[in-house]
């Protein structure tokens, strides 16, 4: 039997096959063109879902289920979509619209908890039975595995990692709060503070990096003028991972997982990166502060979302 997964984002919707054992054998995307009525949307979803099937050669009856990653909150129970701000979708019925285009069982499950069982199933969490997948992108996302599923909670909104606080009344985040470890573990806290380092400290490495013009700042420049020697750069990417350590050993603290996978674009850092990450957490879990959680970079990239959607089915 294959298995088809959904990634419905903001720009794009991507649509894969993927086997039984995960393996993702073909991929395809088109524009969400978000500002459409969702029947309009869901059109399209359910027509590329149901093109590539054909395109492949395989029969309908070989199609167990099709899964969707959406953002927002989902109700998987009755396969409604209840919200989704950047969508401006609230309580669109997925499993009803998408059925009149490919009339298979159909799943619905946050896109952050897609991508958490897409790297349990097949990427750097397989074989393990709990895990939790960070990724650090413009906010901090996540999904946590227990026993090999998904927990969402009781109402389906739960693992909203990013938006535990680490430092209270501290930096606003986009969410109301503030001191969230998204404002300041997000690659985008990472950039509002290198911003700030530039201005202050015009002559650094990292102001040198983009010719002092802050707009020029991505989240890799204070990685790249700390490995030039650049104090400022230095201070930048420790205070960074400080941050980063000690929301993942808060996650490790109360869940224990066997693994904890960190996605994103900071992750093409490597061991500049996990190296001293593993420090941190080391310093901040509980109990005798040996760290039995492994800590590993995520495999799957884009593709987690899509593996793990399928797998919804399975």
């Known amino acids: 039997m294959y298995y088809i997964g959904v990634d419905l984002g903001g720009t794009n919707i991507a649509v894969g096959i993927v086997t039984e054992e995960g393996k993702l054998i073909k991929k395809r995307s088109i524009p969400t063109l978000r500002h459409r009525e969702y029947q309009e949307i869901l059109k399209d979803m359910g027509e590329l ?12 009856e070989e199609v167990a289920s099709v899964g969707v990653g959406s953002p927002g909150t989902p109700d998987p129970v009755n396969g409604i979509l209840v919200y989704a701000n950047n969508l401006k979708f609230h309580n669109v019925p997925i499993r009803t619209e998408l059925q009149k285009y490919i009339n298979v069982p159909i799943y619905l499950e946050n896109d952050a908890n897609c991508a958490a069982l897409g790297e349990a199933v097949a990427g750097a969490a397989k074989g393990y039975k709990n895990s939790v997948t960070v990724t650090l992108g413009t906010g901090v996302g996540g999904g946590i595995i227990i026993d090999g599923k998904i927990f969402s909670g009781s109402y389906y909104g739960g693992a909203e990692i990013g938006h535990h606080v680490i ?28 911003r700030i380092a530039v201005i202050r400290h015009p002559e650094s490495g990292v102001a040198k990096l983009v010719g002092g013009d802050i707009n020029l700042i991505n989240a890799k420049i204070p990685f ?3 490995q030039s020697g650049d104090p400022v750069g230095q201070e930048l990417v420790d205070q960074y991972i ?12 109360i869940l224990q997982p066997e693994i904890v996978v960190i996605g994103g674009g900071v992750c093409a850092q490597g061991d500049n990166l996990l190296n001293p990450l593993k420090e941190v957490v ?14 590993r970079i995520a495999e799957l990239g884009n593709d987690a979302g899509i593996i793990g959607a ?3 089915g399975k």
């Open 242 to 253: 400080n941050y980063l350590g000690i929301g993942i050993a808060n996650m490790i603290n």
């Open 49 to 60: 879902c149901a093109n590539i099937v054909k395109e492949e050669g395989i029969p309908l």
């Open 167 to 194: 430092v209270a009344d501290g930096e606003q985040c986009t969410c109301g709060r503030k001191g969230c470890w998204e404002a300041y573990a997000s690659a985008t806290a990472l950039i509002r503070e290198a």
């Open 310 to 312: 399928a797998m919804l």
């Open 224 to 226: 790249d003028a700390a």
């Open 282 to 295: 080391q310093k901040n879990v509980y109990a005798d502060g040996t760290l039995k959680t492994q800590l």
